[in-house]
């Protein structure tokens, strides 16, 4: 069975300082690996995607996500943090060639100034 | 390119009653998603509607169901309403790779069902 954790419901950090929000997955097969972000009262937004090829993926809003085989991972990274990245983040992995997604429970990043 | 429209964005119902809610995706997707999102339980995937065809279902009674058009367009349906299905349900939409996997998924606004 396809699962996604997503190991802390919250992680606070310093506006310009690096953050990093985790996330680990179990799939059989090859995994399709996404992050999003969800700010209040909206839907998600896409950030990024791993599907294939280099391990380090870029995204939206200088997000990038660093692809782990060996320890089934796929942690949000972003070098610099700005209190408007203040929001709710999933982790989704795909895993069956159709377009279920699962998600993980969510992170809360909160930037403060 | 527009994005993924959901109507209506917010609906109260009564115990008992059914609901339809609609789903425009992003022109030229032919995938689309539906979610439910509850603080409980999170991100829940319902059913993927690709071609008409519904394509895979999650764990959720029968009295949910969906269907697609021949435009793409989507709907789902919630019979005999109870209070537990208040959720935001959320509509997503995609392309198709090679593989049958979607790539990713655009997200509409969700319509915010409340049931009393």
């Known amino acids: 069975a396809q699962s996604v954790a997503q190991p802390e419901d919250q992680v606070n950090v310093a506006e310009g300082n690096p953050l990093t929000v985790k996330c680990t997955y179990s799939?059989?097969?090859?995994?399709?690996l996404f992050w999003y972000v969800q700010y209040p009262n909206r839907g998600l937004q896409f950030l990024l995607k791993?599907?294939?090829?280099?391990?380090l993926v870029k995204g939206s809003y200088g997000f990038e996500a660093e692809f782990n085989k060996s320890q089934t991972s796929f942690h949000l990274k972003k070098p610099s943090a700005l209190v408007s990245d203040s929001a709710l983040y999933f982790c989704a992995v795909s895993g069956d060639n159709t377009g279920k997604l699962i998600f993980g429970q969510g992170t809360t990043l909160q930037v403060k100034p | 390119k527009a994005g993924v429209t959901q109507t209506p964005r917010y609906l109260i119902k009564t115990r008992g009653q059914q609901v339809t809610l609609s789903c425009s995706p992003i022109s030229g997707h032919r995938s689309v998603s539906w979610y439910q999102q509850t603080p409980g339980q999170g991100l829940q995937f319902l059913f993927e509607?690709?071609?008409?065809?519904?394509?895979n279902k999650g764990n959720f009674p029968g009295r949910f169901s969906g269907r697609q058009f021949s435009n793409s367009r989507s709907e789902m349906n919630v019979s005999t309403l109870e209070l537990g299905d208040s959720a935001l349900y959320l509509c997503?939409?995609?392309?198709?790779?090679?593989?049958?996997?979607?790539?990713?998924?655009?997200f509409g606004p969700g319509t915010r069902l409340t049931v009393t």
């Open positions: 799939v059989s097969g090859n995994p399709y």
């Open positions: 509607y690709f071609s008409e065809t519904q394509r």
């Open positions: 997503a939409s995609s392309l198709l790779g090679t593989s049958g996997a979607a790539y990713e998924q655009y």
């Open positions: 791993y599907i294939t090829g280099d391990n």
